[in-house]
């Protein structure tokens, strides 16, 4: 149900909820390819993603937590991926998925929300930007194409600045039927703010008719809401799909695997849903920060720093590890505890996102990074 707070708020978007606790939001571009940013909120465990088996000291230090790679798909000599992540693993050996880990923002503390604030602002503290690195890479596009829209009540962070955002809301009330939205219509015609917004909305609402049934409680139907959005001839060039229930401090082996599953699926119907278009889409997995590198005493880890960020899609120049890989023993381990950062986010996203755009790199970290002295990370994209 569109909601006059909606209209009001509104500007252009979708939203849906999945299991994976996600909602997700859609911006406008100014060019043919499609781009998936995927936040994994909770710190998701990036060792227990794409394993270092090759580490002398894995087995040691992860304890019960190794015991998941015993038959796991090998990516190279060093790295195995989780056996939940089978479609990913095809992507991989199609050349579709590449992994970039020991990576992390400049964040150093241990707060998920600080830790969020600074990876999806793009900043070097938390709350020094007031807004997203997402929504800046809008200001780089054609204004005419550059409009941003959200399902949710709330737009993230990542997405909120001076470009137009518009939110939808899902609600537990009945739809309207076409005739009270159309009284409402005429309502508006003499109110020319109202009367934008409202056609704004009736857009999105024909864009998400149907898409959002159950909130979307389901990876796959996330994955398959997203493709349809982005793949309409009107609707998103560029997404956000928010996920949360990465917070492993116990039992992690259990809860971690059904994510996993969880985002398999919603990857796979993804790339299904766009058809040809999935060539050229880029779709960038990333989360605020990594977890301990040993097991607590409830079978879980706690809040680390480095982690491991994923770029999938028949755009990007996959089937790699890339990785200055710091070892983990426990004199190469940060603070004595965590895997240590060799590869700021920043130059990963700012990479990711100039060379999926044919944006020039220095000046796509000068305005989504301000406060960056990094570069950004080149040989992402498949020629």
């Known amino acids: 149900m569109i909601t006059r707070r909606t209209l009001m708020a509104a500007g252009g978007a979708a939203l849906l909820a999945s299991p994976l606790g996600g909602t997700m939001l859609f ?5 043919a390819r499609r781009f998936v940013f995927l936040i994994q909120r909770g710190a998701a465990d990036g060792l227990g993603i794409v394993a ?60 998920h929300f600080d830790g969020q ?15 997203g690195w997402l929504n800046r890479l809008l200001s780089l596009l054609p204004a005419q194409q550059a409009r941003a829209i959200s399902i949710s009540a709330a737009v993230p962070m990542a997405l909120r600045g001076a470009e137009d955002v518009a ?22 015609e003499g109110d020319a703010q109202l009367h934008a917004a409202w056609e704004s909305a009736t857009a999105t609402r024909m864009l998400t008719s149907d898409l959002a049934a159950d909130n979307g409680r389901n990876a796959a139907a996330t994955g398959a809401l997203a493709a349809r959005l982005l793949a309409a001839e009107n ?60 097991v607590n005493g409830t079978g879980g880890t706690d809040h680390g720093t480095a982690s491991v960020a994923m770029l999938l899609g028949g755009a990007v120049d996959g089937g790699r ?11 190469a381990l940060f603070e004595g505890r965590d895997l240590r950062p ?26 989504l990074f301000p406060d960056s002295r990094a570069g950004a990370t080149d040989g992402l994209v498949r020629a």
């Open 167 to 188: 939110s939808y809301a899902p609600s537990a009330l009945p739809d309207a039927s076409d005739d009270l939205l159309a009284r409402v219509a005429s309502l508006y």
């Open 117 to 131: 604030n600074v990876l999806e602002t793009g900043g070097t503290a938390a709350y020094r930007l007031r807004d």
């Open 27 to 31: 911006a406008a571009a100014p060019t």
């Open 52 to 111: 270092p088996v090759g580490d002398p000291a894995f087995a040691s230090q992860r304890g019960v937590l190794a015991e998941d790679f015993a038959d796991a798909p090998k990516l190279d000599a060093m790295f195995a991926l989780h056996p939940a992540l089978a479609g990913v693993a095809a992507l991989y050996r199609a050349g579709e998925a590449r992994f970039v880990h020991a990576v992390a923002s400049p964040y150093r503390e241990r707060s």
């Open 321 to 331: 590890v890339t990785a200055d890989w710091p070892g983990l023993g426990d004199a």
């Open 342 to 367: 060799t590869l700021g986010i920043d130059s990963l996203f700012g990479g990711a996102v100039a060379g999926h755009f044919g944006l020039d790199p220095a000046r796509t970290m000068a305005t």
């Open 235 to 294: 609707g998103a060039r560029i997404a956000m799909i928010e996920t949360g229930g990465w917070d492993t401090h116990a039992q992690q082996r259990g809860r971690l695997a059904a994510q996993l599953r969880g985002l398999d699926s919603l990857v796979g119907a993804l790339k299904q849903g766009l058809g040809p278009l999935w060539s050229e889409t880029m779709v960038l997995v990333a989360t605020e920060f990594g977890r301990t590198v040993k």
